[in-house]
């Protein structure tokens, strides 16, 4: 999990959120707002999903009592991870099963339990976590959302390529969401294969595992194929992010949004500053043609295609570093329109300030 979230983004008016009033994705259209008294401490969403204040030190701690009926999601780069959530929620065929992994405190797994619990379904949870804070807090909030721990299978461990223990980085707790594998502290390790086992059907994986994801999901492509009908991922690098991407379109999937990470750019919805790469994908195998042809596809804009096709082949043809680089740059005719176009596919200052990011 990155240190995105979503209260603080409500909190305040980040310079990557819409100015502009957009239109909102159909699938909203399919839950209603929760509105209701909220105790000092918590925050909350429209679906009447709870988190503790003190989960993460960039919420607002909410001193006091109020009642609350929260707008929908604002559009940042967790919007396409509500859409992603809400449709399997609304396409569940008579249960709704899904797997958080890297789930922090488990806020999307609390929403799964909400957003199942308007459509009148049934639901399996499964949640892996390895940070022990984080996991004790998932524990909690799911808790203290009602959530029926019955229905939920909570794995404190890594989520890696095979089973077994791996290195992992703790602490911090509060302060960040980025711990990953490669630290000094050996914990547990599960691999997507083993936990998709006693499932014949899951709906949605989100997964934010800090760098993982690559090595987990080509471990898994046959039991993805069978089982899994989408996949949201969060991404971590342009590297992992285009062979994520190349994995997916080699198996077969369907794009349902895919964005670089540390950019800026023009959506559907608004201009969004992405701090992580977003990517979901829909296994054609699993969903029905008019599901497929119901479902948008949201990606970069064109311009923003363009420029990175063209930063790449001007990168290929001519190195950092060499003199051909440096005869390149004194030929390009225009650099003040190249510099300009740059910027405008740049995060925000004010964005990139408060969470910085190295992608």
């Not at 789930?103 to 949640?127: D, E, F, K, N």
């Not at 095979?162 to 290195?167: E, Q």
């Not at 998709?196 to 994986?205: H, N, Q, R, S, T």
Request: net charge neutral; glycine share 8%.
């Amino acid at each position: 999990m990155s240190t995105t979230t979503e209260p603080w983004s409500r909190r305040l008016r980040l310079p990557g959120m819409a100015k502009t009033k957009y239109k909102q994705h159909k699938v909203f259209s399919k839950f209603r707002r929760w509105s209701g008294e909220v105790p000092a401490g918590l925050q909350v969403d429209f679906l009447g999903s709870k988190s503790r204040a003190s989960y993460f030190s960039m919420m607002n701690s909410q001193p006091k009592d109020r009642y609350e009926a929260p707008d929908y999601p604002a559009v940042d780069e967790e919007y396409f991870e509500w859409i992603d959530l809400l449709e399997a929620v609304a396409w569940a065929k008579g249960r709704f099963i899904m797997f958080e992994l890297g789930a922090g405190w488990g806020r999307w797994t609390a929403r799964g339990a909400a957003a199942a619990l308007q459509m009148s379904i049934p639901y399996s949870l499964v949640a892996v976590e390895a940070e022990p804070t984080h996991f004790e807090w998932m524990v909690q909030n799911l808790q203290d959302n009602g959530v029926r721990m019955g229905d939920c299978r909570l794995i404190e461990a890594a989520v890696t390529g095979r089973d077994g223990t791996v290195g992992f980085q703790v602490g911090d707790a509060a302060n960040s969401y980025g711990q990953s594998i490669g630290g000094s502290v050996e914990v547990q390790a599960v691999s997507l294969a083993t936990l998709l086992g006693p499932f014949e059907l899951v709906d949605l994986i989100d997964m934010d595992v800090q760098g993982a994801e690559l090595e987990i999901l080509e471990a898994a492509v046959i039991p993805l194929q069978q089982k899994v009908r989408r996949v949201h991922v969060e991404t971590h690098s342009r590297q992992l992010h285009s062979e994520i991407r190349d994995l997916f379109e080699r198996i077969g999937w369907r794009c349902h949004c895919l964005f670089e990470g540390n950019s800026g750019d023009v959506t559907s919805f608004g201009r969004i500053n992405f701090q992580s790469g977003v990517q979901s994908w829909l296994n054609p195998a699993l969903h029905t043609k008019t599901e497929l042809q119901a479902i948008g596809t949201y990606r970069n804009s064109l311009g923003f295609r363009g420029f990175e096709a063209g930063r790449k082949i001007f990168n290929a043809l001519a190195p950092v570093g060499t003199a051909r680089r440096k005869l390149g740059r004194a030929l390009i005719p225009r650099r003040a329109t190249v510099s300009s176009l740059a910027e405008k596919f740049r995060r925000d200052p004010e964005d990139e300030k408060l969470r910085p990011v190295d992608w």
